[in-house]
């Protein structure tokens, strides 16, 4: 990727444009310099065409499609200009702590914890705030205007939520939960039962076999409405948002994508498994009795 | 297959087997969050998307990251979700709203062709119309009212059939309602006139009895009640049908001869009738003429001393009828049906100045120019004739006494005799067109053709 600043030379009016429109909403919290606007571009150029040498109307759509106003609120607030940093917690503030507060399940101590760590990285004062050469690095320097700064806010609370989450289930045990030893006795044990038939466990094991390469064999994107769905128990409306499609088209689309996967497994068990019609239907009886599959791992484990 | 559309539980069942520890993300770095912001805010670009689409497919950290940004977002926390719509939105869905339309629309285009296109009927809502003739100021020294009973009950008829007593002028009936109204008022008056008949041949063999003295000393005197209602069954007889232009000033002109040789004929006390055949026909062979305005038709002939005080009444009713006809009240006038002087039957045809008149012994006339002048036309019946009704210019439908049934398609250049589903009287018959009428016999019965007589069908 060029530099940035040779980009910007070559689209010297659409900048000025550019600026222009960020001194006039910048206006509310005491304006914005030229020269950290025009960095805060370059960064931007550069985030967004790292690894290509863009047309010179790629650019100028790019540069388009930026969120200026919040961009000029974001360098603002990245040269610690105080009328903008109250302008920004003003306006922000609240929305992030309801954010927050969604985010933590509405568990407002944890909720209060998530949005004040924020400000401090936002600040430049938090676990991404001190660099090596003891710099303050402020999180404001990874807004590049892509998005809006309220989505981009929620972003990262989500995934400093995430990731708290994830790291306290690795280290954790679950009081509520099975534990996977105790799991795995508990399929131990009902599938080698006496009374049960000796070829379940087979037809079980079949079953997972032909349903996991099915899923493989979904598109990302059907992938990914299952993943929603079943894994994280998004409503239709939701994962019509994420996606961008009305909630009855999901709807839709999840009923083919469990046929297609039906068929799929049905064709599987009966031409390279050569089960007959009824062993299939007893695979499915003994799945729907006990079902020794996870879903998100088979979801996650992309071949 | 059937099967394929229904929901696969079992599918959805196996699917929702899921672990609750993390797994490992896959190998590739995840987008950071200025991409996971511009991905929520759908602002990259085709391929970015897909890229990330990819990645999230399989990636379970961005997987929750993104159900935690899509939780978070304003509109999933104050309200449902977007695209999630308000309780009452589905009002306004099209895909229920669409069918329920398209029903409607449908159901109102039905009852409109119904309404326009109803089947033609004996009496059909574009050919009845009751008339309120013009109100013209009443003389000062004349009551409004009618003063007798009677008189008052024939109006009483008279409102009955009338479909609708606004003092505007002349009113089309058009209602399906007010057609099975008149529809069953005319049945009624049929069946009732019917009754009438019968009870005056009683009367008139009782008579009959009396005058050759072989019942004398015990003269039955005709209840005023049951001339009354005798009267009053005539009255709604009198059915309204639409008139030519031109054409309601002969009638007037008719109708009041006919109302002066009623007070001629009441004055000359006419004679008892010396046969069974009393009612209608006995009038008409009488050359008893018929008020139209009043409806009122004297059927019989009672014994001088009885007669004097019918005289008297029938005296005032005519005038009550002469008073009704000048001062515009409701007069239900029936062309088709006109009975003028001597008996004769005067049947117009809709929208038109060409008239018919059948005389009591068969004879056929037609007038062209509302009946300024009159060509005989040649008939094949020598009855009387009861009822007549023109559906046009050129088709004419007659009935009479002794089932005669005579039809005319071209104008009345031929009348051909039509097979008679009765050998008793026609007493109203109303004709839809050269194939299709209905008629109501002597004896109430109400018969329908399709096939101009070849076949009839009882109703």
Redesign the interface.
């Given at each position: 990727m060029p530099g940035g600043e040779k980009l910007l030379e070559a689209h010297a009016s659409r900048v000025d444009k550019l600026l222009q429109r960020a001194q006039d909403s910048a206006s509310a919290f005491g304006g914005v310099s030229r020269a950290p606007f025009i960095d805060a571009l370059q960064r931007s150029i550069t985030s967004r065409f790292r690894d290509s040498s863009p047309a010179r109307a790629d650019v100028e759509t790019y540069l388009d499609s930026l969120n200026i106003e919040d961009l000029a609120l974001a360098v603002a607030c990245l040269e610690a200009s105080e009328p903008a940093w109250e302008y920004f917690i003003s306006r922000f503030r609240p929305d992030l702590y309801s954010a927050a507060r969604a985010i933590c399940r509405h568990d407002e101590a944890a909720a209060r914890e998530l949005a004040d760590s924020l400000y401090g990285e936002l600040f430049g004062a938090g676990r991404s705030g001190q660099q090596g050469s003891g710099e303050r690095k402020s999180l404001f320097d990874y807004f590049h205007g892509r998005s809006k700064l309220s989505t981009w806010l929620r972003a990262i609370l989500s995934q400093r939520h995430v990731d708290s989450v994830r790291a306290s289930r690795r280290s954790e045990s679950l009081d509520d939960e099975q534990t996977e030893q105790e799991v795995s006795a508990v399929r131990a044990s009902s599938v080698g039962g006496p009374e049960i038939d000796p070829d379940r466990a087979r037809y079980l094991s079949l079953l997972q076999v032909a349903l996991t390469a099915a899923l493989a064999a979904l598109a990302p994107r059907d992938r990914l409405r299952l993943a929603y769905y079943y894994v994280q128990d998004l409503t239709l409306a939701q994962i019509g948002r994420l996606l961008s499609e009305h909630e009855a088209t999901t709807s839709r689309h999840l009923d083919r994508t469990r046929r297609e996967l039906r068929k799929q497994v049905d064709a599987a068990l009966r031409h390279e498994k050569r089960l007959s019609e009824a062993q299939i239907r007893l695979c499915y009886e003994y799945a729907m009795e006990e079902w020794p599959f996870d879903l998100t791992r088979a979801l996650s484990e992309r071949e | 297959m059937a099967d394929?559309q229904k929901?696969?539980k079992?599918?959805?069942?196996?699917?929702?087997?899921?672990?609750?520890?993390?797994?490992?993300?896959?190998r590739e770095a995840c987008p950071?969050?200025?991409?996971?912001?511009?991905y929520?805010?759908?602002?990259?670009s085709a391929s970015e998307i897909?890229q990330c689409?990819?990645h999230?497919?399989?990636?379970?950290?961005c997987?929750?990251?993104?159900?935690?940004?899509?939780?978070?977002?304003?509109t999933?926390?104050a309200t449902?979700?977007?695209?999630?719509k308000p309780a009452i939105a589905w009002l306004w869905d099209w895909r229920w709203m669409a069918p329920v339309g398209a029903a409607v629309v449908a159901l109102v285009f039905f009852v409109s062709y119904k309404t326009m296109y109803a089947p033609a009927g004996p009496l059909q809502g574009g050919e009845l119309m009751a008339k309120r003739e013009a109100p013209t100021p009443p003389a000062a020294d004349e009551p409004q009212k009618p003063a007798e009973p009677a008189a008052g009950k024939t109006q009483a008829a008279a409102d009955a059939i009338s479909p609708a007593k606004s003092p505007s002028a002349p009113q089309r009936v058009t209602g399906r309602s007010d057609l099975d109204k008149l529809q069953r008022a005319n049945e009624a008056a049929a069946l009732q006139a019917a009754r009438a008949v019968q009870a005056e041949k009683d009367k008139g063999a009782r008579l009959a009895e009396a005058a050759s003295g072989v019942v004398a000393g015990r003269l039955m005197p005709k209840p005023a009640d049951e001339e009354k209602q005798i009267a009053t069954a005539e009255s709604r007889l009198t059915v309204a049908q639409p008139q030519a232009p031109g054409v309601s000033a002969s009638i007037q002109a008719e109708t009041a001869k006919t109302q002066d040789r009623v007070a001629e004929a009441n004055r000359a006390q006419a004679a008892p009738v010396q046969g069974a055949e009393a009612g209608i026909l006995g009038a008409q062979k009488q050359d008893r003429a018929i008020p139209i305005a009043d409806a009122k038709e004297p059927v019989a002939h009672a014994p001088a001393g009885v007669k004097a005080k019918e005289q008297g009444a029938l005296k005032k009713e005519s005038a009550v009828g002469r008073q009704e006809a000048a001062t515009g009240s409701y007069a239900l006038q029936s062309a088709p049906r006109l009975r003028a002087a001597q008996g004769e039957l005067i049947v117009a045809a809709p929208n038109s100045k060409v008239l018919w008149r059948f005389g009591s012994a068969g004879q056929i006339e037609r007038s062209r120019d509302a009946g300024k002048t009159w060509e005989t036309q040649k008939s094949p019946a020598q009855e009387s004739f009861l009822s007549g009704s023109a559906s046009s210019e050129t088709i004419c439908w007659v009935g009479g006494s002794n089932g005669v049934l005579l039809r005319t398609t071209d104008g009345g250049e031929n009348w051909e005799r039509i097979p008679s589903p009765t050998n008793g009287g026609i007493i109203s018959i109303k004709a839809t067109d050269q194939l299709t009428a209905t008629l109501i016999t002597a004896d109430g019965r109400t018969f329908e053709t399709r096939d101009a007589g070849a076949h009839w069908r009882a109703r």
């Amino acid at each position: 990727m060029p530099g940035g600043e040779k980009l910007l030379e070559a689209h010297a009016s659409r900048v000025d444009k550019l600026l222009q429109r960020a001194q006039d909403s910048a206006s509310a919290f005491g304006g914005v310099s030229r020269a950290p606007f025009i960095d805060a571009l370059q960064r931007s150029i550069t985030s967004r065409f790292r690894d290509s040498s863009p047309a010179r109307a790629d650019v100028e759509t790019y540069l388009d499609s930026l969120n200026i106003e919040d961009l000029a609120l974001a360098v603002a607030c990245l040269e610690a200009s105080e009328p903008a940093w109250e302008y920004f917690i003003s306006r922000f503030r609240p929305d992030l702590y309801s954010a927050a507060r969604a985010i933590c399940r509405h568990d407002e101590a944890a909720a209060r914890e998530l949005a004040d760590s924020l400000y401090g990285e936002l600040f430049g004062a938090g676990r991404s705030g001190q660099q090596g050469s003891g710099e303050r690095k402020s999180l404001f320097d990874y807004f590049h205007g892509r998005s809006k700064l309220s989505t981009w806010l929620r972003a990262i609370l989500s995934q400093r939520h995430v990731d708290s989450v994830r790291a306290s289930r690795r280290s954790e045990s679950l009081d509520d939960e099975q534990t996977e030893q105790e799991v795995s006795a508990v399929r131990a044990s009902s599938v080698g039962g006496p009374e049960i038939d000796p070829d379940r466990a087979r037809y079980l094991s079949l079953l997972q076999v032909a349903l996991t390469a099915a899923l493989a064999a979904l598109a990302p994107r059907d992938r990914l409405r299952l993943a929603y769905y079943y894994v994280q128990d998004l409503t239709l409306a939701q994962i019509g948002r994420l996606l961008s499609e009305h909630e009855a088209t999901t709807s839709r689309h999840l009923d083919r994508t469990r046929r297609e996967l039906r068929k799929q497994v049905d064709a599987a068990l009966r031409h390279e498994k050569r089960l007959s019609e009824a062993q299939i239907r007893l695979c499915y009886e003994y799945a729907m009795e006990e079902w020794p599959f996870d879903l998100t791992r088979a979801l996650s484990e992309r071949e | 297959m059937a099967d394929e559309q229904k929901p696969d539980k079992a599918m959805a069942g196996m699917l929702k087997r899921k672990s609750v520890w993390p797994h490992a993300s896959t190998r590739e770095a995840c987008p950071d969050a200025a991409i996971l912001a511009a991905y929520f805010d759908h602002s990259l670009s085709a391929s970015e998307i897909s890229q990330c689409e990819l990645h999230f497919s399989a990636c379970l950290r961005c997987q929750e990251q993104l159900a935690a940004l899509v939780r978070s977002e304003p509109t999933s926390v104050a309200t449902p979700a977007v695209g999630k719509k308000p309780a009452i939105a589905w009002l306004w869905d099209w895909r229920w709203m669409a069918p329920v339309g398209a029903a409607v629309v449908a159901l109102v285009f039905f009852v409109s062709y119904k309404t326009m296109y109803a089947p033609a009927g004996p009496l059909q809502g574009g050919e009845l119309m009751a008339k309120r003739e013009a109100p013209t100021p009443p003389a000062a020294d004349e009551p409004q009212k009618p003063a007798e009973p009677a008189a008052g009950k024939t109006q009483a008829a008279a409102d009955a059939i009338s479909p609708a007593k606004s003092p505007s002028a002349p009113q089309r009936v058009t209602g399906r309602s007010d057609l099975d109204k008149l529809q069953r008022a005319n049945e009624a008056a049929a069946l009732q006139a019917a009754r009438a008949v019968q009870a005056e041949k009683d009367k008139g063999a009782r008579l009959a009895e009396a005058a050759s003295g072989v019942v004398a000393g015990r003269l039955m005197p005709k209840p005023a009640d049951e001339e009354k209602q005798i009267a009053t069954a005539e009255s709604r007889l009198t059915v309204a049908q639409p008139q030519a232009p031109g054409v309601s000033a002969s009638i007037q002109a008719e109708t009041a001869k006919t109302q002066d040789r009623v007070a001629e004929a009441n004055r000359a006390q006419a004679a008892p009738v010396q046969g069974a055949e009393a009612g209608i026909l006995g009038a008409q062979k009488q050359d008893r003429a018929i008020p139209i305005a009043d409806a009122k038709e004297p059927v019989a002939h009672a014994p001088a001393g009885v007669k004097a005080k019918e005289q008297g009444a029938l005296k005032k009713e005519s005038a009550v009828g002469r008073q009704e006809a000048a001062t515009g009240s409701y007069a239900l006038q029936s062309a088709p049906r006109l009975r003028a002087a001597q008996g004769e039957l005067i049947v117009a045809a809709p929208n038109s100045k060409v008239l018919w008149r059948f005389g009591s012994a068969g004879q056929i006339e037609r007038s062209r120019d509302a009946g300024k002048t009159w060509e005989t036309q040649k008939s094949p019946a020598q009855e009387s004739f009861l009822s007549g009704s023109a559906s046009s210019e050129t088709i004419c439908w007659v009935g009479g006494s002794n089932g005669v049934l005579l039809r005319t398609t071209d104008g009345g250049e031929n009348w051909e005799r039509i097979p008679s589903p009765t050998n008793g009287g026609i007493i109203s018959i109303k004709a839809t067109d050269q194939l299709t009428a209905t008629l109501i016999t002597a004896d109430g019965r109400t018969f329908e053709t399709r096939d101009a007589g070849a076949h009839w069908r009882a109703r």
